[in-house]
């Protein structure tokens, strides 16, 4: 297993400001999953976080308002951009399982974010 | 569109029930079908499911998938208030995307 540290836990931010999001794992992972989930949805893949190279954004995202670092196998930042209400979600890091590619999933403890 | 489809959307029981929560998909490029459990904000892995009518078992909790009818159900026996969480199922494809359902909210009262 994985252990995942994200934060912040939550943050209450002004309308048109950015916000940073971190997640730090506990061990080197190739790919870092970056979800949002709105309230009562499920659970949308924003990008994946490659160490060495861009992240790979989802259809809906672009890396103008979701910008990503991954500077190292244990590290990566999302950043929301230019905020407006509709961004307020639960925003959660993740990394697969190591050692198969089954698609089991490891979460950090999520950042609810309220854009006021 | 490939898609997950979870219901029932809500349940609320008392303490002691049995629920069933269910889950289809689609058969687009099917590798595996997960369980996960969402009491707060991170979800936790329960389940996952390769091959149709293996039951996988964890305490009070059971899953099964089915191949051919392209559906999952979790099971979860004398339920506690513990169990309240939302249940998310997902699917994933060859490529080891995840594609997930809406989630069932399970509330238990006592």
């Known amino acids: 297993s994985a252990v995942i540290s994200q934060k912040p836990s939550r943050d209450i931010c002004q309308r048109g400001t950015s916000l940073t999001i971190q997640c730090q794992v506990d061990s080197q992972v190739t790919m870092m999953f970056w979800y949002r989930q709105q309230p009562g949805q499920s659970l949308t893949l924003i990008a994946t976080a490659n160490q060495g190279s861009e992240a790979t954004y989802e259809s809906g995202f672009v890396i103008d308002k979701f910008p990503i670092s991954r500077p190292n196998l244990t590290f990566s930042t999302l950043t929301v951009s230019n905020m407006s209400p509709e961004d307020s979600s639960i925003y959660l890091c993740?990394?697969?399982?190591?050692?198969?590619?089954?698609?089991?999933?490891?979460f950090g403890e999520g950042s609810r974010l309220t854009v006021l | 569109e490939d898609k997950v489809v979870q219901s029932p959307l809500s349940l609320v029981v008392h303490e002691g029930d049995t629920v069933t929560l269910n889950c289809s998909y689609e058969?687009?490029?099917?590798?595996?079908l997960l369980w996960y459990k969402q009491e707060k904000k991170a979800p936790t892995f329960l389940f996952m499911l390769t091959s149709s009518g293996i039951e996988k078992k964890s305490g009070r909790l059971s899953s099964i998938l089915d191949k051919k009818e392209l559906f999952s159900i979790l099971n979860i026996t004398a339920t506690q208030t513990g169990d309240s969480a939302i249940y998310l199922c997902?699917?994933?494809?060859?490529?080891?995307?995840?594609?997930w359902g809406a989630g069932t909210k399970l509330i238990i009262k006592p």
């Open positions: 997902a699917k994933t494809d060859s490529n080891y995307q995840l594609i």
């Open positions: 993740s990394v697969a399982a190591s050692g198969a590619n089954t698609g089991e999933l490891f």
């Open positions: 058969v687009t490029n099917f590798r595996s």
